[in-house]
T-cell receptor, first 114, second 110 residues
Framework: GAGVSQSPSNKVTEKGKDVELRCDPI?????LYWYRQSLGQGLEFLIY????????KSGLPSDRFSAERTGGSVSTLTIQRTQQEDSAVYLC????????????FGPGTRLTVL | EDQVTQSPEALRLQEGESSSLNCSYT??????LFWYRQDPGKGPEFLFT???AGEEKEKERLKATLTKKESFLHITAPKPEDSATYLC???????????FGTGTRLKVLA
């Protein structure tokens, strides 16, 4: 009965470096979402996957951000040439299908860009 | 533009003092409204889904209701362990993108 897991839990990096954030959804969940949460702000949608395809990438802030999902399971969010404004908590959520019911969130990855 | 607004931003209650949190929404078509609880340093925890006006859901001391323009999360006789940030989200017709409010930070004092 494992929930959604994310790694690392914390990541400190220097400006200009690339980072990879990983999400392991609940087994069998076809929908997977990435969000960004800054202090005092709501959850900002980044991208969602239905299976391995990403029908909506409209929330990605810039072309430095990319994400992929393989085997209908694990997803990786990559941020290239990180900037200080990328500092935030990155949350992953999964659900059995897209567009129905609530989502199940992981604990998040706290990214700090120095 | 689709929008979700939560009020108040913060709420302090004495233990046992019932109250309500508000989530108002402006969307082109509502597919569903969702309530979550978020504890510090953790991801949101799913509480309820509401699909149509008049629908109500209950869980322990929490009760969520929905009208055509807003949803309320009623907290009856809260306890200190109910302290958390409560988030509301909507899913609109024609999209699979959830829109979240900024949340209500609830503090229940013993």
């Amino acid at each position: 009965g494992a929930g959604v897991s994310q790694s690392p839990s914390n990541k400190v990096t220097e400006k200009g470096k690339d980072v990879e954030l990983r999400c392991d959804p609940i087994s069998g969940h076809t929908a997977l979402y990435w969000y960004r949460q800054s202090l005092g702000q709501g959850l900002e949608f980044l991208i969602y996957f239905q299976g391995n395809s990403a029908p909506d990438k409209s929330g990605l802030p810039s072309d430095r951000f990319s994400a992929e999902r393989t085997g209908g399971s694990v997803s990786t969010l990559t941020i290239q040439r990180t900037q200080q404004e990328d500092s935030a908590v990155y949350l992953c959520a999964s659900s059995p299908t897209t567009g129905q019911g609530g989502q199940f969130f992981g604990p998040g990855t706290r990214l700090t860009v120095l | 533009e689709d929008q979700v607004t939560q009020s108040p931003e913060a709420l302090r209650l004495q233990e046992g003092e019932s109250s309500s949190l508000n989530c108002s929404y402006t969307v082109s078509g509502l597919r569903g409204l969702f309530w979550y609880r978020q504890d510090p340093g953790k991801g949101p925890e799913f509480l309820f889904t509401l699909y149509s006006a008049g629908e109500e859901k209950e869980k322990e001391r929490l009760k969520a209701t929905l009208t055509k323009k807003e949803s309320f999360l009623h907290i009856t006789a809260p306890k200190p362990e109910d302290s958390a940030t409560y988030l509301c989200a909507v899913l609109t017709s024609g999209t699979y993108k959830y829109i979240f409010g900024t949340g209500t930070r609830l503090k229940v004092l013993a």
